[in-house]
C-alpha cells in the first residue's frame, strides 16, 4: 500500500476490532475473520460481513433481553461438530486449524484480526500453502510451527506495529489481547504517536516524542 493507502487501512482496521469486540460482547464469534470478510466504503465505512460460521459463545457481557444476533439452528449444529475445521486456512488461528473447536473462543477471533492487519503490514496472509502441499499438512504447519512475523517477512514495518501483531497472533490463546477493544486501542496510540503497551520503547523513541510535545523548550 501507499503512504496514502496505509494510513486510511489502518483506522479501518480499528473500526474492524471495535465491531467484532461488539459482537463478542453480545457473546458472538465470528470464526472466519479475514481481508476478503471486511467492505470498505468510499466514506471509510469499514463493515465485517459473512457471518455464516459465526457461534454464540455461553456468557455474554450484557443482558440476553436483548435482541440477539441471528444465527441459525443449520449453523449452530455444523459449527459444533468436534475435530471439523472451519474457516480459511490461511488466517486460522492453531486451535481452529487442529479442529479443537471447543477451544475456539474470542481471543481466536483476535488471531484472525491480527492476521488482517498482518496482511495490511506484509501485503500477503500469514500462512501460505507451498505449491503440492497436502492441506492436511499446511493445517498441520499452522498447529505446530511458530506464528509468523511481520517485521521478518517485511524489515520496513514499524517496531511496534510488529509488536502488536505479533501479540495479536500468538500460538497461545493466553498470551494474545484478551479483547479486541485492546487491539483496538493499542493501533490507535501507535496512529497518535504514543506508546503502545506491548513495545517497550528505547530510549530515543521517547525522547523524540518529548521533544515534539515540548518544542518551545
Given amino acids: 500500500a501507499s503512504p496514502v493507502e496505509f494510513g486510511a487501512l489502518l483506522p479501518a482496521f480499528v473500526a474492524i476490532c471495535q465491531a467484532v469486540a461488539y459482537a463478542h460482547s453480545r457473546g458472538v464469534l465470528h470464526r472466519d475473520l479475514k481481508p476478503h470478510n471486511v467492505m470498505l466504503g468510499r466514506y471509510g465505512e469499514a463493515i465485517v460481513i459473512d ?3 459465526a457461534k454464540f ?3 455474554t457481557e ?5 435482541s440477539q444476533i441471528d444465527v441459525t439452528d443449520k449453523d449452530q449444529i455444523e459449527a459444533t461438530q468436534s475435530g471439523q475445521v472451519l474457516g ?3 488466517y486460522l488461528p492453531p486451535e481452529q486449524a487442529s479442529g479443537k473447536l471447543e477451544l475456539v473462543d474470542a481471543r481466536s477471533d483476535i488471531y484472525g484480526l491480527g492476521s488482517i492487519l498482518f496482511e495490511i503490514l506484509v501485503g500477503r496472509p500469514p500462512h501460505q500453502q507451498k505449491k503440492g ?3 492436511s499438512e499446511f493445517l498441520k504447519g499452522i498447529v505446530e510451527k511458530p506464528s509468523p512475523v511481520a517485521r521478518q517477512i517485511e ?7 510488529d509488536a502488536i501483531c ?3 497472533m500468538a500460538k497461545e490463546r493466553e498470551e494474545r489481547y484478551q479483547k479486541a477493544l485492546d487491539l483496538a486501542d493499542d493501533v490507535r496510540c501507535w496512529l497518535a504517536g504514543e506508546p503502545v503497551s506491548v513495545y517497550p520503547e528505547p530510549w530515543r523513541d521517547r525522547f523524540v516524542r518529548w521533544l515534539r510535545k ?4
Avoid: Y
Avoid at 450484557?62 to 436483548?66: G, N, R
Avoid at 515540548?214 to 523548550?217: E, F, I, M
Fill in 133 to 135: 502441499q497436502v492441506i
Fill in 88 to 90: 480459511t486456512p490461511a
Fill in 155 to 161: 524489515p520496513s514495518v514499524p517496531a511496534a506495529l
Fill in 62 to 66: 450484557q443482558s440476553l433481553t436483548i
Fill in 51 to 53: 457471518w455464516g460460521l
Fill in 214 to 217: 515540548h518544542r518551545a523548550a
Fill in 166 to 168: 505479533s501479540k495479536a
Fill in 57 to 59: 459463545e455461553v456468557q
